[in-house]
C-alpha cells in the first residue's frame, strides 16, 4: 500500500515537472532561438526556422553579426542612452509616486478621494491619444540649462524623462501597499514627534522594499521598451535609445543575424536588473496574494 | 598715423573674416537611410563634396531609419522642427506637399529633362522632388526553368499576355518541381502591397482612384475591370500557384533561390543577390493583363521643407547631389536604376548589354506612379487589405465595394483633398 502511495507520488511529482519544463519552454525558447540566430549567417537562421536546428548551436556559427551590427548602428550609444533614460525615470519615479502614494494613504487633504479616483482613471487613457498634445507642448517649453534659457524640450535626454516619472500605475501601487502598513506604526511615530517625512523615509519606505522593486521593475520595462514617444520627439541620433536603434537593421533585405545579435545585446539589461530585483519582485506579487 | 593704420587694417580684416563667417549659411537635412552603411556613406560623401565645393552653404546631416521616418518627418512638422532638405517616399509626398510641409522646387523642370519619369514628383503642376534613382519590378524567372517548360521569353515589345502568363503558371505547377509556380511576396506585408500588385489592377483596367478628378474610387476600385482583376488575383491563391497572405517571409526570402518557386515578382533591389546565387535568372517585364504592361514607378526623392530659410541653398545642394556621377555611384552601390541615361551608362549593371539593363528599360516603358493624390496614403492601406482579403476567399465585389466607400468618405472628410 505505502509503496502504491510512494509510485503516485512520483507520478504527480513527474507530471507536475513536465508541465513545468513545458511552461518553462514556452517562455525559454523564443529567447534561446534569438541566441542562437544570432551566431548564424542570416540566409541559414532562415532555413533553420523550419526545424528544430533553430535553438541549437549548429552550422556556421560566428561573431560576424556582432560585429556586423556594432558597425551598422552605434549599439553602445543606444545601450548606454536607454540605461540613462530608464534609470533616471525609474529612481525619480521612485521618489515621486511613493511620495504621492503616502500622501493619498496617510495625510488628510481636501479633495484627496477625487485626485485619487482621477489619477486612477488615466490608467484608462492610452498614451498615444495623448501623444501629439504631449509633442506640442514639450516642443514649447522654457529650460534653464548651462547655456541660459532656450525653448523646446526636442532633442533632449529631458524629454525622455520628464513625462515619465509620475504615473497613476505606480501612484497606485504605492497606495495600495503603504494602505497594507500596520496604522500602529505610523501613531506611534507620530505620538513620538516625527514629521510627516522623516515617517516617510524612516518608516514607510524601509517597509517597502517589495513594492519599490515591483515598481522598478515595471517602470524599467516601460520606459526600456519606448519606441513611440522617443521617435517623435528626439530627432538626433545622439539622444535616440534601443528601441529606436532596431530600425537600423530593418532595411529592404533585413539584416536578421544582426538584428538577432542586437536583440540579445539589448536584453542583457533588462535580464541583468529583473535578477537582482526578483526576489524583492516575487516576495511582492506573494504578499498582495495573501491580502487578496 | 601708423598705429591708426594698423588698427584700421586690423579692423578690416576682421570685419572681413565676420563676414565671410556669416555668410555661410547652416542648412540641415534628413535622410532615411540610417542603419545602411553603403547608402550612409555616398550621402555623406555627396555631402562633404557638396560643402567643400563653396562657402556659402554647409549641410548638416541626420539621419533616420527608414520604417520609422515617416512619423519622424510627421512629427517634427507638428512640432514646427523640419529641416531646409528632406527626403521622401515618391508616392506620399502629395500628402506632405498637401500639408503644407513642403514648398516647391525653385529649380525649373527642365533642369531634370532627362530624368526617369518617376524620379519627378510632380504635384498640382509643380515638381516638389526630385529622386536620383528608380526602383523597378520585373518577373524573375530561370533560363532552364523556361526552356524546361517550353515557354515563349516576353519582351518590352511583346510581354506576355495574361493568358500566356496563366498557360505559364500552370506549366510549371504540373511540372511537379515546384512548391508555387509563382511567389508574389504576400509576406511582405505594407506598401509593397500596392507597389507591386497595383500594376496588375491597372493592367486589367481598373485602378485605385479616379486618376482624372481625384475624387472618386467609384467604377474604378469596383467596376467591371477591377472584379475581373479581384477574381483574377483570388484563382492565383485558390489555384494553389501562389502562396498566400500567411507565407513564411523565410520563404520568400529564399524560396525562388533555393528552387521552391518557378518564378518571383520582386524588385531590382533583390536582383544583384540573386544573380550571384542563380548563375540563369533573367528578368521578364510584367505581363499585359489587357490595357498594357505595367510596373509601379517612384522611390525615394529630395525636396525642400516649407519652412526652410533658405530654399534657394537647398536647391543648389539638391542640383550639387543630382549630378550624374552621384546617381551612378548609388547606382554602384546599391543597385538601384540610375535616374538618367547617361548616369546609367557609367554603371556596371544598368550600362547597355549590362546585367540589369532591362530595369532601366522597364522603369522607362512601364513604370505608373501611384496615384498622385495627398489621399493615396489612406488609399494604400485600402488597397493593402482588400488584396489580402481577396487573396484570404473575401467575397470580391464585396471587398471591392467596401474598399471603394473606405477612399470616398475619406475624400469626403477631407473635402476633396483640394488645395489649402
Given at each position: 500500500?505505502?509503496?502504491?502511495?510512494?509510485?503516485?507520488?512520483?507520478?504527480?511529482?513527474?507530471?507536475?515537472?513536465?508541465?513545468?519544463?513545458?511552461?518553462?519552454?514556452?517562455?525559454?525558447?523564443?529567447?534561446?532561438?534569438?541566441?542562437?540566430?544570432?551566431?548564424?549567417?542570416?540566409?541559414?537562421?532562415?532555413?533553420?526556422?523550419?526545424?528544430?536546428?533553430?535553438?541549437?548551436?549548429?552550422?556556421?556559427?560566428?561573431?560576424?553579426?556582432?560585429?556586423?551590427?556594432?558597425?551598422?548602428?552605434?549599439?553602445?550609444?543606444?545601450?548606454?542612452?536607454?540605461?540613462?533614460?530608464?534609470?533616471?525615470?525609474?529612481?525619480?519615479?521612485?521618489?515621486?509616486?511613493?511620495?504621492?502614494?503616502?500622501?493619498?494613504?496617510?495625510?488628510?487633504?481636501?479633495?484627496?478621494?477625487?485626485?485619487l479616483s482621477i489619477i486612477l482613471a488615466t490608467f484608462i487613457v492610452p498614451f498615444e491619444t495623448i501623444a501629439i498634445p504631449l509633442l506640442l507642448e514639450v516642443s514649447k517649453l522654457p529650460w534653464l540649462g548651462l547655456d541660459g534659457l532656450s525653448w523646446g524640450w526636442l532633442d533632449s535626454y529631458r524629454v525622455q524623462i520628464i513625462p515619465w516619472i509620475a504615473d497613476g500605475l505606480t501612484i497606485f501601487l504605492f497606495v495600495q501597499y503603504f494602505k497594507g502598513l500596520p496604522g500602529e506604526l505610523i501613531e506611534a511615530a507620530r505620538v513620538e514627534g516625527a514629521s510627516w517625512f522623516q515617517i516617510y523615509r524612516r518608516v514607510v519606505i524601509?517597509?517597502?522594499?517589495?513594492?519599490?522593486?515591483?515598481?522598478?521593475?515595471?517602470?524599467?520595462?516601460?520606459?526600456?521598451?519606448?519606441?513611440?514617444?522617443?521617435?517623435?520627439?528626439?530627432?538626433?541620433?545622439?539622444?535616440?535609445?534601443?528601441?529606436?536603434?532596431?530600425?537600423?537593421?530593418?532595411?529592404?533585405?533585413?539584416?536578421?543575424?544582426?538584428?538577432?545579435?542586437?536583440?540579445?545585446?539589448?536584453?542583457?539589461?533588462?535580464?541583468?536588473?529583473?535578477?537582482?530585483?526578483?526576489?524583492?519582485?516575487?516576495?511582492?506579487?506573494?504578499?498582495?496574494?495573501?491580502?487578496? | 598715423?601708423?598705429?591708426?593704420?594698423?588698427?584700421?587694417?586690423?579692423?578690416?580684416?576682421?570685419?572681413?573674416?565676420?563676414?565671410?563667417?556669416?555668410?555661410?549659411?547652416?542648412?540641415?537635412?534628413?535622410?532615411?537611410?540610417?542603419?545602411?552603411?553603403?547608402?550612409?556613406?555616398?550621402?555623406?560623401?555627396?555631402?562633404?563634396?557638396?560643402?567643400?565645393?563653396?562657402?556659402?552653404?554647409?549641410?548638416?546631416?541626420?539621419?533616420?531609419?527608414?520604417?520609422?521616418?515617416?512619423?519622424?518627418?510627421?512629427?517634427?512638422?507638428?512640432?514646427?522642427?523640419?529641416?531646409?532638405?528632406?527626403?521622401?517616399?515618391?508616392?506620399?509626398?502629395?500628402?506632405?506637399?498637401?500639408?503644407?510641409?513642403?514648398?516647391?522646387?525653385?529649380?525649373?523642370?527642365?533642369?531634370?529633362?532627362?530624368?526617369?519619369?518617376?524620379?519627378?514628383?510632380?504635384?498640382?503642376?509643380?515638381?516638389?522632388?526630385?529622386?536620383?534613382?528608380?526602383?523597378?519590378?520585373?518577373?524573375?524567372?530561370?533560363?532552364?526553368?523556361?526552356?524546361?517548360?517550353?515557354?515563349?521569353?516576353?519582351?518590352?515589345?511583346?510581354?506576355?499576355?495574361?493568358?500566356?502568363?496563366?498557360?505559364?503558371?500552370?506549366?510549371?505547377?504540373?511540372?511537379?518541381?515546384?512548391?508555387?509556380?509563382?511567389?508574389?511576396?504576400?509576406?511582405?506585408?505594407?506598401?509593397?502591397?500596392?507597389?507591386?500588385?497595383?500594376?496588375?489592377?491597372?493592367?486589367?483596367?481598373?485602378?485605385?482612384?479616379?486618376?482624372?478628378?481625384?475624387?472618386?474610387?467609384?467604377?474604378?476600385?469596383?467596376?467591371?475591370?477591377?472584379?475581373?482583376?479581384?477574381?483574377?488575383?483570388?484563382?492565383?491563391?485558390?489555384?494553389?500557384?501562389?502562396?498566400?497572405?500567411?507565407?513564411?517571409?523565410?520563404?520568400?526570402?529564399?524560396?525562388?533561390?533555393?528552387?521552391?518557386?518557378?518564378?518571383?515578382?520582386?524588385?531590382?533591389?533583390?536582383?544583384?543577390?540573386?544573380?550571384?546565387?542563380?548563375?540563369?535568372?533573367?528578368?521578364?517585364?510584367?505581363?499585359?493583363?489587357?490595357?498594357?504592361?505595367?510596373?509601379?514607378?517612384?522611390?525615394?526623392?529630395?525636396?525642400?521643407?516649407?519652412?526652410?530659410?533658405?530654399?534657394?541653398?537647398?536647391?543648389?545642394?539638391?542640383?550639387?547631389?543630382?549630378?550624374?556621377?552621384?546617381?551612378?555611384?548609388?547606382?554602384?552601390?546599391?543597385?538601384?536604376?540610375?535616374?538618367?541615361?547617361?548616369?546609367?551608362?557609367?554603371?556596371?549593371?544598368?550600362?547597355?548589354?549590362?546585367?540589369?539593363?532591362?530595369?532601366?528599360?522597364?522603369?522607362?516603358?512601364?513604370?505608373?506612379?501611384?496615384?498622385?493624390?495627398?489621399?493615396?496614403?489612406?488609399?494604400?492601406?485600402?488597397?493593402?487589405?482588400?488584396?489580402?482579403?481577396?487573396?484570404?476567399?473575401?467575397?470580391?465585389?464585396?471587398?471591392?465595394?467596401?474598399?471603394?466607400?473606405?477612399?470616398?468618405?475619406?475624400?469626403?472628410?477631407?473635402?476633396?483633398?483640394?488645395?489649402?
Amino acid at each position: 500500500m505505502s509503496v502504491i502511495g510512494s509510485d503516485n507520488r512520483n507520478l504527480r511529482l513527474g507530471v507536475r515537472y513536465l508541465v513545468l519544463i513545458l511552461i518553462a519552454l514556452i517562455f525559454v525558447l523564443p529567447l534561446l532561438f534569438m541566441v542562437m540566430s544570432s551566431f548564424k549567417p542570416s540566409d541559414e537562421l532562415l532555413r533553420d526556422t523550419s526545424s528544430l536546428r533553430a535553438f541549437l548551436p549548429v552550422g556556421q556559427l560566428s561573431l560576424d553579426n556582432y560585429t556586423g551590427a556594432f558597425e551598422r548602428a552605434p549599439v553602445g550609444l543606444f545601450v548606454f542612452n536607454s540605461i540613462f533614460v530608464t534609470g533616471t525615470t525609474v529612481l525619480l519615479s521612485l521618489v515621486i509616486c511613493s511620495l504621492a502614494g503616502f500622501s493619498f494613504v496617510f495625510l488628510q487633504w481636501r479633495g484627496r478621494d477625487v485626485m485619487l479616483s482621477i489619477i486612477l482613471a488615466t490608467f484608462i487613457v492610452p498614451f498615444e491619444t495623448i501623444a501629439i498634445p504631449l509633442l506640442l507642448e514639450v516642443s514649447k517649453l522654457p529650460w534653464l540649462g548651462l547655456d541660459g534659457l532656450s525653448w523646446g524640450w526636442l532633442d533632449s535626454y529631458r524629454v525622455q524623462i520628464i513625462p515619465w516619472i509620475a504615473d497613476g500605475l505606480t501612484i497606485f501601487l504605492f497606495v495600495q501597499y503603504f494602505k497594507g502598513l500596520p496604522g500602529e506604526l505610523i501613531e506611534a511615530a507620530r505620538v513620538e514627534g516625527a514629521s510627516w517625512f522623516q515617517i516617510y523615509r524612516r518608516v514607510v519606505i524601509p517597509l517597502s522594499g517589495p513594492v519599490i522593486a515591483t515598481a522598478a521593475i515595471l517602470k524599467f520595462l516601460i520606459m526600456y521598451n519606448q519606441y513611440l514617444w522617443p521617435l517623435i520627439v528626439v530627432q538626433q541620433e545622439q539622444y535616440r535609445p534601443v528601441m529606436v536603434g532596431l530600425q537600423y537593421f530593418f532595411q529592404l533585405n533585413p539584416a536578421w543575424g544582426e538584428i538577432m545579435a542586437y536583440l540579445t545585446l539589448i536584453t542583457v539589461p533588462v535580464l541583468a536588473f529583473y535578477l537582482v530585483l526578483q526576489k524583492a519582485f516575487i516576495a511582492s506579487i506573494a504578499s498582495t496574494g495573501v491580502k487578496g | 598715423m601708423k598705429l591708426l593704420n594698423v588698427t584700421a587694417g586690423a579692423v578690416i580684416a576682421a570685419t572681413g573674416f565676420c563676414s565671410a563667417a556669416f555668410a555661410t549659411t547652416d542648412l540641415t537635412m534628413w535622410y532615411h537611410g540610417a542603419g545602411n552603411k553603403v547608402e550612409s556613406k555616398i550621402v555623406h560623401q555627396i555631402i562633404d563634396d557638396f560643402n567643400k565645393s563653396q562657402s556659402d552653404y554647409k549641410v548638416a546631416l541626420q539621419s533616420f531609419p527608414q520604417n520609422s521616418y515617416n512619423d519622424s518627418v510627421t512629427a517634427a512638422a507638428l512640432a514646427g522642427n523640419l529641416p531646409d532638405i528632406l527626403d521622401m517616399d515618391g508616392p506620399i509626398m502629395p500628402n506632405w506637399a498637401w500639408s503644407g510641409y513642403l514648398q516647391p522646387l525653385p529649380i525649373p523642370e527642365d533642369h531634370f529633362k532627362d530624368f526617369l519619369p518617376g524620379t519627378k514628383g510632380v504635384y498640382d503642376g509643380k515638381l516638389y522632388s526630385i529622386g536620383l534613382w528608380d526602383a523597378a519590378v520585373a518577373l524573375y524567372a530561370r533560363k532552364s526553368t523556361m526552356k524546361e517548360l517550353g515557354l515563349r521569353t516576353p519582351t518590352l515589345d511583346k510581354p506576355w499576355t495574361k493568358d500566356e502568363f496563366m498557360s505559364a503558371l500552370e506549366a510549371a505547377k504540373k511540372s511537379g518541381k515546384f512548391d508555387y509556380a509563382i511567389d508574389l511576396g504576400m509576406s511582405d506585408k505594407g506598401e509593397w502591397y500596392p507597389y507591386a500588385f497595383l500594376p496588375f489592377l491597372q493592367s486589367f483596367g481598373g485602378g485605385l482612384v479616379n486618376r482624372k478628378t481625384y475624387d472618386t474610387a467609384e467604377g474604378v476600385l469596383n467596376g467591371d475591370a477591377a472584379v475581373a482583376w479581384g477574381n483574377w488575383w483570388q484563382s492565383l491563391f485558390t489555384d494553389k500557384l501562389a502562396p498566400g497572405t500567411s507565407q513564411d517571409p523565410a520563404a520568400h526570402e529564399t524560396g525562388f533561390i533555393d528552387g521552391k518557386y518557378a518564378f518571383s515578382w520582386n524588385g531590382n533591389w533583390n536582383a544583384v543577390k540573386t544573380m550571384d546565387k542563380v548563375d540563369d535568372v533573367e528578368f521578364l517585364p510584367a505581363p499585359d493583363f489587357g490595357n498594357g504592361s505595367k510596373i509601379g514607378g517612384a522611390s525615394w526623392q529630395f525636396g525642400i521643407s516649407a519652412s526652410s530659410k533658405a530654399p534657394e541653398g537647398a536647391a543648389e545642394f539638391i542640383k550639387f547631389a543630382t549630378q550624374d556621377k552621384y546617381l551612378a555611384e548609388f547606382s554602384d552601390a546599391l543597385g538601384l536604376i540610375p535616374a538618367t541615361k547617361s548616369a546609367a551608362q557609367m554603371t556596371k549593371n544598368y550600362k547597355s548589354g549590362g546585367p540589369l539593363a532591362v530595369f532601366y528599360g522597364l522603369s522607362e516603358a512601364q513604370a505608373e506612379k501611384r496615384p498622385v493624390t495627398p489621399g493615396y496614403v489612406v488609399d494604400s492601406k485600402v488597397f493593402q487589405k482588400a488584396a489580402a482579403d481577396i487573396a484570404d476567399g473575401a467575397d470580391v465585389i464585396d471587398t471591392l465595394d467596401s474598399a471603394t466607400d473606405q477612399i470616398n468618405a475619406d475624400i469626403k472628410r477631407n473635402d476633396g483633398y483640394k488645395k489649402n
